[in-house]
């Protein structure tokens, strides 16, 4: 079955760390986006990437640094910048372009300890 | 003001009820709408798409968007206690996609 698979589903970092959240879809899906989910919020933007070794800033980039080496894949680091990375992170992926609606991971929860 | 409000809830109705969650929007430049449904711990899944004005039905479920009052609807029919969820409506144009912050429905069997 084709989807997204994020890992790992929980993830605990310490204070000064960085850590990485894995996204694999085989969808053959051109585009790519990292969206962090807080408590009573919207979904917000951090990372997307259109296309292969290429990627652009979202509404909250700061602290979050992505590559895209390979199609199927976007992982996410979490920075030690970011001073407040506890929350559920989703990466989600579209055929080409935002219009036809995302095909989301089943997400992955980050907490600080 | 938001670009997309939505009331966060929490919804609860009786099972069998009709559910009526509603979103609005500012920005009339906005041409594709969608819901969303979120399980708690999971990821959304899409499950209604429209295109500008009108309606569209799939089984029990009934989107409705009113661009001149910059309002969409997501209607349930016959609720069922596995339609408890968060439904979080979105909205774009262009590349801007905007999601609402959702709204928890709780259907009690």
């Known amino acids: 079955d084709g989807g997204i698979t994020q890992s790992p589903k929980y993830l605990f970092r310490k204070e000064g760390q960085n850590v990485t959240l894995s996204c694999e879809q085989n969808?053959?899906?051109?585009?790519m986006y990292w969206y962090r989910q807080d408590p009573g919020q919207g979904l917000r933007l951090i990372y997307y990437s259109q296309i292969v070794n290429d990627f652009q800033k979202g509404d909250i980039a700061e602290g979050y640094s992505v590559s895209r080496e390979k199609k199927e894949s976007f992982p996410l680091t979490v920075t030690s910048a970011q001073k407040n990375p506890t929350a559920f992170y989703l990466c989600a992926s579209t055929p080409g372009t935002y219009n036809y609606g995302y095909t989301f991971g089943s997400g992955t929860r980050l907490t600080v300890v | 003001q938001k670009e997309v409000e939505q009331d966060p809830g929490p919804l609860s109705v009786p099972e069998g009820a009709i559910v009526s969650l509603n979103c609005t929007y500012s920005n009339s430049a906005f041409q594709y709408f969608m819901w969303y449904r979120q399980y708690s711990r999971k990821g959304p899944e899409l499950l209604m798409y429209?295109?500008?004005?009108g309606n569209k039905e799939d089984g029990r479920f009934t989107a409705q968007v009113d661009k001149s009052s910059k309002y969409i609807s997501l209607f349930i029919r016959d609720s069922q206690p596995s339609d408890s969820a968060t439904y979080l409506c979105a909205m774009s144009y262009g590349q801007n996609f905007v999601f609402g912050p959702g709204t928890r429905l709780s259907v009690l069997p």
């Open positions: 429209t295109y500008s004005s």
């Open positions: 969808l053959n899906h051109d585009a």
